[in-house]
Nanobody, 122 residues
Framework: QVQLVESGGGLVQAGGSLRHSCAPS??????????MGWYRQAPGKQRELVAR???????NYADSVKGRFTISRDNAKNTVYLQMNSLQPEDTAVYYC??????????????WGQGTQVTVSS
């Protein structure tokens, strides 16, 4: 089974920055991933899309993070990054990465990372 491992969460003050990354782990070889994205969920709220990037480099951002967050990926490493600048308290949430259309020798599926807490203090 494919596992996506996230790193880079933490506690920062308003106006600070964090760099988040997500990559597969384990011995299963991944041929390709159609798209990778970042989602977040705050207590009492639904999980929402933050940013998404396709294998071709096309990106989409939530209106709330445009101009502050940047998503990028390294296709050779199947790694996705989220650079978060000018963080605000409303960005506080658990952040999840997601791989859409993950091809392995035996399956095509979507996979979620374990989730990482990001807390922004005022």
């Amino acid at each position: 089974q494919v596992q996506l491992v996230e790193s880079g969460g933490g506690l920062v003050q308003a106006g600070g920055s964090l760099r988040h990354s997500c990559a597969p782990s384990g011995s299963i070889f991944i041929f390709s991933i159609n798209a990778m994205g970042w989602y977040r969920q705050a207590p009492g709220k639904q999980r929402e899309l933050v940013a998404r990037i396709t294998s071709g480099g096309s990106t989409n951002y939530a209106d709330s993070v445009k101009g502050r967050f940047t998503i990028s990926r390294d296709n050779a490493k199947n790694t996705v990054y989220l650079q978060m600048n000018s963080l605000q308290p409303e960005d506080t949430a658990v952040y999840y990465c997601k791989g859409d259309g993950v091809w392995t020798m035996s399956s095509l599926n979507d996979y979620w990372g374990q989730g990482t807490q990001v807390t922004v203090s005022s």
